[in-house]
């Protein structure tokens, strides 16, 4: 059974930093696209990042390049996202997903975790 269990999350000011993670099980998830997606209060679900299979590329959302860096674990069942110098603006439910497509578009990945919650102060 696929499982995505994200932590990380939490309440941060503006302009400090955040590292989520998703420990996956269930399969060996160095052979799939591992991703990030938020939701804003409101607002639809959006792509954030992802990383292919065995990490030989990334890909980010072009509104949040520099800022987030996305990476894997060794045993390719970890997956973190890097936030830095976070903005309200970032404030959402991160979700970490997987797949088998290189994709933004969030109906092409399988499995979903419950979300973590960041929420940034101004």
């Known amino acids: 059974q696929v499982q995505l269990v994200e932590s990380g999350g939490g309440l941060v000011q503006a302009g400090g930093s955040l590292r989520l993670s998703c420990a996956a099980s269930?399969?060996?998830?160095?052979?799939?696209?591992m991703a990030w997606f938020r939701q804003a209060p409101g607002k639809e679900r959006e792509f954030v990042a992802s990383?292919?299979?065995?990490?030989?590329?990334?890909r980010y959302a072009n509104s949040l390049k520099g800022r987030f860096t996305i990476s894997r674990g060794n045993a390719g069942n970890t997956v973190s996202l890097q936030i830095n110098t976070l903005k309200p603006d970032d404030t959402a439910v991160y979700y970490c997903a997987t797949g088998r497509i290189w994709t933004i578009y969030d109906y092409e990945y399988d499995y979903w975790g419950q979300g973590t919650q960041v929420t940034v102060s101004s």
């Open positions: 269930g399969r060996n998830f160095s052979d799939y696209v």
């Open positions: 990383i292919s299979p065995r990490s030989l590329n990334t």
